[in-house]
């Protein structure tokens, strides 16, 4: 029997949600490019891409709203965002369930997905108060040094398939509340619930009232799309999560026009395992980073050092782990792994499998297609014991891998964990002070997240998030990430009778 008889058909449910969120139809069906279910392999629309002055006349009314928004005292633009809050809340169960349909998520991680969106608004919406500046101290007598922060202008947010909406949102709520319109380029793979989530901004704005048209659009379309508004001069600020191969593109083209950029790109994150770690909490947290989602997070745990004292304690429970974990209908509850995006990924996953025993890894289980013949791509999630840090362990495969390694020495396992490329998410699993400082002291991890007895996938959105090296240094949500999004200056008044010069110039005329 096949999945979509099992449930209903993905095709069907997708429909229904479009039409209760109030996307029009015309925007889903007709087009040329076809959007297919993860889960079921159904056809699930048909949208329009945009074209190269689609994407221009978008840019040009995003820059139109931007004259206007700026404008509005920054409070008004967060009440914008809270109502925005407010439609999510009443949207989640649907707008979840797509992301089920349209990413192949899990029922709970799609609901986490969205939360993580109302989430950012509630963040955003006190940040609306909080867009300060500093007063400095001027050398000069009679003078007041300040520094203020003002909208920058139309941000670009390019999106990648594994978070199809909360990336954007991450993006978009904080510019708005900083100023800024945004267009949107989501992925060519999950373009409907980009629609759903914009059909949702224009009812809170319609809500609003008085709030300029095209604060928020959405464009359709692959690589040729994100070019378009990477290029556009009126975007000062692109903020691009996706692979590192489009980061290498994306960046030297923005730099080259003298733009922003915020880059998210991709993480070969890792986990310590050290003699004091409290195992039953080391194999909760190790089986959702390497596991959860598929193993497609920007933040999965693709590779493990286990301290030798504990190899062989630890590795019989993981392998269990692995072989029980139930892989199948993320609808279905129970499930805890659902498909892959698509075959691309399988290919990719088993070519990466080869090459490691080739590097001598021991493959456990894992590669094996699961519930074949249902349209979708299942997986069994892949371990492997590999005797170095050597082949494809050092790039990231998106897919359900985990490689794990010995490691007697501490220091050593530390600057493994950071001879890699990428630099994004890190954990240490200890009970032991000297090593959890170490772990996060200058010379420890050299991600940007790095976490103590908590798995590297599953940031909340108060912190900053994002990556060094080839995750492309870019930091979004929390923290002071909106300063990405708003342009500094610098302001000095005499209010004195005098004109001292700074650095005791003198210029008598
Ligand atoms: P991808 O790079 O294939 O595509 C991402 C987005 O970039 C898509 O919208 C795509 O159309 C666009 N794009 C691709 N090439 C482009 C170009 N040259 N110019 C402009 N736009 C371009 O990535 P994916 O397969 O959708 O997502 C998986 C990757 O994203 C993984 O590497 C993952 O680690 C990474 N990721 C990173 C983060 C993060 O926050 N660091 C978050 C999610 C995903």
Not at 390 to 419: H, K
Request: proline share 5%.
């Amino acid at each position: 029997m096949t999945l979509q008889s099992k449930i209903g058909s993905a095709a069907a449910d997708a429909a229904a949600i479009l039409e209760r969120l109030g996307v029009p139809a015309e925007r889903w069906t007709g087009g040329a490019r076809a959007v297919h279910s993860p889960v079921t392999g159904e056809t699930l629309g048909q949208v329009h891409d945009t074209d190269a002055a689609g994407v221009a006349a978008a840019v040009e009314a995003a820059h139109a709203a931007f004259l206007a928004w700026r404008n509005v005292p920054a409070p008004r633009r967060g009440e914008l965002v809270r109502l925005f809050g407010e439609e999510l809340r009443a949207a989640k169960t649907d707008l979840a369930a797509l992301v089920t349909l349209e990413a192949g998520k899990i029922v709970s991680e799609a609901q986490g997905e969205v939360q993580e969106m109302i989430d950012i608004c509630d963040y955003a919406v006190g940040l609306s108060r909080q867009l300060f500046g500093l007063t400095l101290a001027t050398e000069r007598p009679d003078h007041r040094m300040m520094e203020t922060w003002h909208p920058l202008g139309v941000v670009g947010v390019i999106s990648a398939f594994n978070f199809p909406v909360a990336v954007w949102s991450w993006n978009a709520c904080l510019a708005l509340v900083c100023g800024d319109p945004v267009v949107w380029k989501p992925s060519e793979k999950t373009p409907l619930t980009a629609l759903a989530v914009q059909a949702l901004f224009e009812r809170a704005a319609a809500r609003f009232g008085d709030a300029p048209a095209d604060l928020s659009t959405v464009v359709l379309g692959g690589r040729e799309v994100g070019e378009a508004l990477v290029d556009h001069p009126k975007v000062p600020l692109v903020s691009a999560t996706g692979s590192t191969a489009m980061g290498r593109a994306v960046g030297p083209r923005l730099a080259a026009r003298f733009a922003r950029s915020l880059l998210e790109l991709g993480g070969n994150n890792a986990a310590i395992v050290a003699p004091t770690a409290d195992l039953d909490l080391t194999l909760r947290g190790v089986a959702f980073a390497a596991m959860g989602t598929a193993g497609q997070r920007c933040t999965t745990l693709r590779r493990l050092f286990v301290h030798d004292s504990l190899y062989d304690a630890f590795l019989p429970r993981l392998k269990a782990a692995y072989g029980s974990v139930r892989v199948g209908d993320p609808r279905q509850a129970g499930t805890l792994v659902g498909p892959l995006i698509d075959e691309g990924s399988l290919a990719a996953m088993q070519r990466a499998l080869d090459e490691a025993r080739a590097a001598g890894g021991q493959v456990t289980g894992g590669g094996e297609v699961e519930v074949a013949g249902c349209g979708g791509t299942y997986v069994r999630p892949a371990l492997v014991e590999m005797p170095s840090q050597a082949g494809p362990v050092v790039r990231e495969t998106f897919a359900p891998i985990l490689y794990v390694m010995r490691y007697s020495d501490l220091e050593q396992a530390i600057a493994l964990q950071n001879d890699v490329p990428q630099g994004l998410s890190s954990s240490i699993f200890t009970n032991d002070i000297r090593e959890a400082e170490l772990f996060v002291s200058p010379r420890g991890s050299d991600c940007g997240i790095a976490n103590i007895n908590i798995g590297p996938s599953g940031a909340e959105i108060g912190g900053a998030f994002g990556g060094e090296k080839e995750t492309g240094g870019g930091r979004e949500a929390g923290s002071d990430s909106w300063k990405a999004y708003m342009r500094r200056a610098t302001n000095t008044v005499n209010y004195g009778r005098t004109l001292p010069l700074a650095q005791g110039v003198s210029f008598d005329l």
